[in-house]
């Protein structure tokens, strides 16, 4: 599976004066990985170093089995992206994107890209910078979907979305992962958008990948057990990741909950979710 | 390169506010002044700026991120940069020289082919410069440094320029001796030794933007 990761970090590492990244992260054919992380972690830099829009200091990383910087137009017509802080000129209108679109990208499906933004009301004659966040990002995404990409780079694709658009978007993801051997990277700050779509998340923090888990497992295989000091103290702690003081007591983290649900029964066991495992994973250990 | 050169061609195509304006201005200096070649150069010069606003308006709100995310590599970038500056410049270039001629005409002023052309090889050259000097610039400090960049080039040019006159007087070489050299060249030679200095500059310009793109980060 090594050689046939659509995206491969190895070791990679961008250092600037207070920030370091570094990471190891794959993305499977096939696959739907998250990265998640507070702001700050590291996920704009990760998504900039695949992109080639940073340069790294380190490491090796390889899109489509080639060295990141060696891309050619060729691969990057084969990746669709989506970018937090960036986007089209503002000064354009979304029925002026469309010859650029059609040049820039040979498989650009034009009827398809009119379709999908009419049904995501993405009016055709205003000024981009007219767009609220939550249009520009639609945009990108319909663009970033639009031309047959095996690879989505998606970096906050639902930021500033109600809910409504952000399930229209995350059905639209999933229709575009219905084609064989596509891939998507993605991060967002709503947990409850990984949890449902993502095959295995990443979480990363300070630069650091800190767990890599697949999101079946995670959420049914982690928990977090609430305990007082007295029954922190009998715990058997071989299968703590994470603990954190509280009030009551600890919460610890698991990936081992079936574990203490059998051995321990009278304590309390909440579900593993990301959220939770921000909280912890960030944390230092009490 | 070619969607980059119609994005480019739509930037322009939305700045129809700024071309009626210096249109106007250009239309009313034909009307009031007798002499046209204050208008061509001024329209010359003015309209040389367009291409430029499209690197700003690239650069804007951290756009060139996305831009260079798509399949456009930095050099092909930088490429359609300078050859969409100095083709838009030749072209509104040719319609000034219309323009102006025209209102020549229309206005019985009598103006000499010779001097036309002169006219216009002055304003293009001063294009051309403009233009390998703000490329780099732009390139190198983005659309919100590159004004306190850009003002200090141009400063920087007027003083070789002021320079340069002050060291032909030291060397006592006047306006004659100049006017002199430049007859026995021809206006032939003139053009040819312009265009071969617009192909020298504009071309180092380029390679300097090439090496500036490929070090920027996004």
């Known amino acids: 599976m090594i050689e046939?990761?659509?995206?491969?970090?190895?070791?990679?590492?961008?250092?600037?004066?207070?920030?370091?990244?570094h990471v190891n992260l794959k993305v499977e054919p096939g696959y739907i990985t998250g990265l998640i992380g507070p702001n700050g972690a590291g996920k704009t830099t990760a998504f900039k170093s695949a992109l080639g829009l940073i340069h790294t200091d380190g490491g090796r990383l390889k899109v489509f089995g080639k060295p990141a910087e060696e891309l050619a137009p060729s691969d990057r017509e084969n990746i669709g992206v989506v970018l937090a802080d960036s986007g089209f000129s503002s000064a354009l209108k979304v029925k002026e994107l469309l010859p650029v679109l059609s040049h820039l990208y040979p498989a650009f499906?034009?009827?398809?890209?009119?379709r999908q933004c009419d049904r995501f009301e993405i009016p055709m004659e205003k000024k981009i910078g007219q767009f609220s966040t939550?249009?520009?990002?639609?945009?990108?995404?319909?663009?970033?979907?639009?031309?047959?990409?095996s690879l989505l780079i998606l970096d906050e694709p639902t930021a500033g979305m109600d809910v409504i658009a952000r399930d229209q978007l995350l059905s639209l993801l999933r229709e575009y992962m219905e084609t064989d051997g596509r891939s998507i990277l993605i991060s967002s700050h709503i947990s409850s958008d990984l949890e449902g779509f993502c095959d295995d998340i990443y979480l990363i923090h300070e630069g650091k990948i800190l767990l890599h888990e697949e999101t079946d497992r995670l959420l049914n295989q982690y928990g977090l057990l609430k305990v007082t000091k007295e029954q922190y103290a009998a715990l058997d702690q071989r299968y703590i990741l994470k603990t954190r003081k509280e009030g009551f007591g600890y919460s610890c983290l698991t990936d081992q909950k079936q574990f203490y649900m059998?051995?321990?029964?009278?304590?309390i066991i909440e579900r593993g979710s990301i959220d939770e495992l921000i909280l912890m994973m960030n944390r230092r250990d009490a | 390169m070619t969607g980059c050169l119609i994005k480019?061609?739509?930037?322009?195509?939305?700045?129809k506010q700024f071309l009626v304006i210096i249109g106007v201005i250009g239309l009313m200096m034909l009307i009031i002044y007798d002499n046209p070649s204050f208008v061509f150069g001024y329209l010359t010069v003015m309209l040389s700026f367009l291409p430029i606003t499209t690197l700003a308006y690239d650069d804007a709100e951290n756009g060139a991120a996305y831009l260079f995310s798509l399949p456009v590599t930095r050099?092909?970038?930088?490429?359609?940069?300078?050859?969409?500056?100095?083709?838009?410049?030749?072209?509104?270039g040719a319609v000034v020289y219309g323009v102006v001629w025209g209102g020549c005409l229309l206005k019985r002023y009598s103006i000499q082919a010779e001097e036309m052309g002169m006219l216009l090889l002055a304003s293009l050259s001063i294009s051309v410069l403009f233009l390998a000097t703000a490329i780099p610039v732009q390139i190198r400090f983005g659309s919100e440094r590159s004004r306190i960049a850009g003002a200090i080039v141009m400063c920087s040019l007027f003083v070789i320029c002021y320079g340069g006159a002050r060291l032909l007087g030291a060397l006592s070489i006047d306006e004659e001796t100049l006017e002199r050299a430049a007859a026995s060249i021809g206006t032939a030679g003139i053009a040819g030794l312009a265009i071969t200095a617009w192909i020298v500059i504009y071309g180092i310009s380029c390679l300097v933007s090439f090496r500036l793109i490929a070090k920027r980060e996004f």
């Open chain 2, 75 to 92: 050099r092909g970038y930088v490429a359609e940069k300078y050859l969409f500056s100095i083709g838009f410049t030749l072209v509104t």
């Open chain 1, 262 to 267: 059998e051995n321990y029964p009278q304590i």
């Open chain 1, 4 to 21: 046939s990761a659509l995206l491969d970090f190895e070791n990679v590492r961008k250092v600037y004066k207070d920030f370091e990244l």
């Open chain 1, 134 to 149: 939550g249009m520009k990002r639609k945009l990108q995404v319909l663009a970033a979907v639009s031309h047959g990409a």
């Open chain 1, 109 to 114: 499906s034009r009827q398809e890209f009119i």
């Open chain 2, 8 to 15: 480019d061609l739509m930037l322009i195509k939305n700045q």
